[in-house]
T-cell receptor
Framework: GESVGLHLPTLSVQEGDNSIINCAYSNSASDYFIWYKQESGKGPQFIIDIRSNMDKRQGQRVTVLLNKTVKHLSLQIAATQPGDSAVYFCAEKGASGTYKYIFGTGTRLKVLA | DTGVSQDPRHKITKRGQNVTFRCDPI?????LYWYRQTLGQGPEFLTY????????KSRLLSDRFSAERPKGSFSTLEIQRTEQGDSAMYLCASSLSATSNEQFFGPGTRLTVL
């Protein structure tokens, strides 16, 4: 299948270690953020979301942190597994009045056995 | 499979030809989005429908692009007079506004313009 993001920043992590993927967003008025995982040849898959009135949200093995002061979003994956290997995108949605989601350029996560 | 489906999965066309892609969202999802994705980039927003109404279009969407969702269910995206720069993956996503902003993406249509 075709690879997604041949020239993306790459994070290599040992299996079982924790992964941290970072994202800088562009609009201080954005009120909603999502992390997506995209495997080669597939559409993006929702992982976790967070609203701008929160600074942390936890899911199963994943945590999203939001720092509005510096417009920074991070995704933490605990006990990284080979199946976590993919390209990860953050996306932001502007404040009310727009339905447009803006995606970042993505980070490739490689899990080493 | 009750996810978002797109057809065709791959389309090869010659420059100047018109192409049309179809998206079938998850049943009862009233929100539908079209995106374009090129290699190495994140998806780029093209347009948004709520039911049959097209509520937002990207300024990047030239007049050669048109999208419809006539009955508020499936949607079509047409590109007229295709150019080589139109080569990309075209993704469709749907969501159910009442409960969640989570978008469910289809597998995409890969367009290659020769």
């Amino acid at each position: 299948g075709e690879s997604v993001g041949l020239h993306l920043p790459t994070l290599s992590v040992q299996e079982g270690d924790n992964s941290i993927i970072n994202c800088a967003y562009s609009n201080s008025a954005s009120d909603y953020f999502i992390w997506y995982k995209q495997e080669s040849g597939k559409g993006p898959q929702f992982i976790i979301d967070i609203r701008s009135n929160m600074d942390k949200r936890q899911g199963q093995r994943v945590t999203v942190l939001l720092n509005k002061t510096v417009k920074h979003l991070s995704l933490q994956i605990a006990a990284t597994q080979p199946g976590d290997s993919a390209v990860y995108f953050c996306a932001e949605k502007g404040a009310s009045g727009t339905y447009k989601y803006i995606f970042g350029t993505g980070t490739r996560l490689k899990v080493l056995a | 499979d009750t996810g978002v489906s797109q057809d065709p999965r791959h389309k090869i066309t010659k420059r100047g030809q018109n192409v049309t892609f179809r998206c079938d969202p998850i049943s009862e999802h009233n929100r539908l989005y079209w995106y374009r994705q090129t290699l190495g980039q994140g998806p780029e927003f093209l347009t948004y429908f709520q039911n049959e109404a097209q509520l937002e279009k990207s300024r990047l969407l030239s007049d050669r692009f048109s999208a419809e969702r006539p009955k508020g269910s499936f949607s079509t995206l047409e590109i007229q007079r295709t150019e080589q720069g139109d080569s990309a993956m075209y993704l469709c996503a749907s969501s159910l506004s009442a409960t969640s902003n989570e978008q469910f993406f289809g597998p995409g249509t890969r367009l290659t313009v020769l």
